[in-house]
T-cell receptor, first 111, second 111 residues
Framework: DTAVSQTPKYLVTQMGNDKSIKCEQN?????MYWYKQDSKKFLKIMFS???????INETVPNRFSPKSPDKAHLNLHINSLELGDSAVYFC??????????FGQGTRLTVV | DQQVKQNSPSLSVQEGRISILNCDYT??????FLWYKKYPAEGPTFLIS?????DKNEDGRFTVFLNKSAKHLSLHIVPSQPGDSAVYFC??????????FGAGTILRVKS
């Protein structure tokens, strides 16, 4: 039973489209994150939510809008996709100061 | 501004020998440090962590050492096995806040 699951695993889309990535965790954690791994392989935080409230927004373009309908879900919606948005996006959840658990990643390719 | 640095992009080790992966950080407020392992097309998986009040933590073949005065931590894997071949990320946080990741080190264990 997967602890943090994201869908889809792969996403290929054209520039200008709008797309969503879904994330669900069954660990009962209060905190969820979105990370982006770019072509240089850096894992950079994008957003952090705690109990459905936005805690961190790391100067991500406002074309990216996270939504947390409940504390087990944190979805990422991206408007007007650009070539530079191509990356692997990871969802993660965490309980307090302990380790974070990551999903398998979503490889987004914008063509 | 990279607060967590892994200066070795890759490391190659013979099976059975020790692997030592290094990580430096600049933020003296970090109080929790973690190592993650990542296989291709998968999310990072937690390996081992250490609190800033300790200087060593051991879990089976994996030991993490923390030198706060030098702002340096290292991961020792003994003995190294071919299945340990992966990308290893160092991460740090300030009391449960976002995890800040290093760029990763590719470990290759040769049999």
């Amino acid at each position: 039973d997967t602890a943090v699951s994201q869908t889809p695993k792969y996403l290929v889309t054209q520039m200008g489209n709008d797309k969503s990535i879904k994330c669900e965790q069954n660990l009962g954690h209060d905190t969820m994150y979105w990370y982006k791994q770019d072509s240089k392989k850096f894992l950079k935080i994008m957003f952090s939510y705690n109990n459905k409230e936005l805690i961190i927004n790391e100067t991500v373009p406002n074309r990216f809008s996270p939504k947390s309908p409940d504390k087990a879900h944190l979805n990422l919606h991206i408007n007007s996709l650009e070539l530079g948005d191509s990356a692997v996006y990871f969802c993660a959840s965490r309980a307090g100061p302990a380790e974070a658990f990551f999903g398998q990643g979503t490889r987004l390719t914008v063509v | 501004d990279q607060q967590v640095k892994q200066n070795s992009p890759s490391l190659s080790v013979q099976e059975g020998r020790i692997s030592i992966l290094n990580c430096d950080y600049t933020n003296s407020m970090f109080d929790y440090f973690l190592w993650y392992k990542k296989y291709p097309a998968e999310g990072p998986t937690f390996l081992i962590s250490i609190s800033s009040i300790k200087d060593k933590n051991e879990d089976g073949r994996f030991t993490v050492f923390l030198n706060k005065s030098a702002k340096h931590l290292s991961l020792h894997i003994v003995p190294s096995q071919p299945g340990d071949s992966a990308v290893y990320f160092c991460a740090a946080s300030v009391y449960g806040n976002k995890l800040v990741f290093g760029a990763g080190t590719i470990l290759r264990v040769k049999s």
